[in-house]
Nanobody, 123 residues
Framework: QVQLVESGGGLVQAGGSLTLSCTSSGRPFSRYSMGWFRQAPGEEREFVAGMSWPNGATYYGDSVRGRFTISRDNMQSAVFLHMNSLKPEDTAVYYC????????????????WGQGTQVTVSS
């Protein structure tokens, strides 16, 4: 079972920035597609960003495109979500996800999920 551990959540003012980190126990880490989902209270889980194995292609949800960036460090077995120009509507629990299959625009399914980290954006 792949263990995913998120960190970096917290409280930030609107317009601010925050970076989430996630470390993975999956090996080899480089052969996993990685991503982030989020879920706000009373809302469905929403795809935020993904980076595919093996080509490194990146995908973003419409609501975050241009503001959020996903990156990874295979040496650290970590994936990051750099969030800029944060809005109150970005408030949610953010989940790190992993899967051994490549991502495509039609397939953002992930087998492994972290426990989540809370991000709160104040207005």
């Amino acid at each position: 079972q792949v263990q995913l551990v998120e960190s970096g959540g917290g409280l930030v003012q609107a317009g601010g920035s925050l970076t989430l980190s996630c470390t993975s126990s999956g090996r080899p880490f480089s052969r996993y597609s990685m991503g982030w989902f989020r879920q706000a209270p009373g809302e469905e889980r929403e795809f935020v960003a993904g980076m595919s194995w093996p080509n490194g292609a990146t995908y973003y949800g419409d609501s975050v495109r241009g503001r959020f960036t996903i990156s990874r460090d295979n040496m650290q077995s970590a994936v990051f979500l750099h969030m800029n120009s944060l809005k109150p509507e970005d408030t949610a629990v953010y989940y790190c996800v992993a899967d051994r299959n490549p991502l495509t625009p039609m397939n953002f399914a992930f087998d492994h999920w972290g426990q989540g980290t809370q991000v709160t954006v104040s207005s």
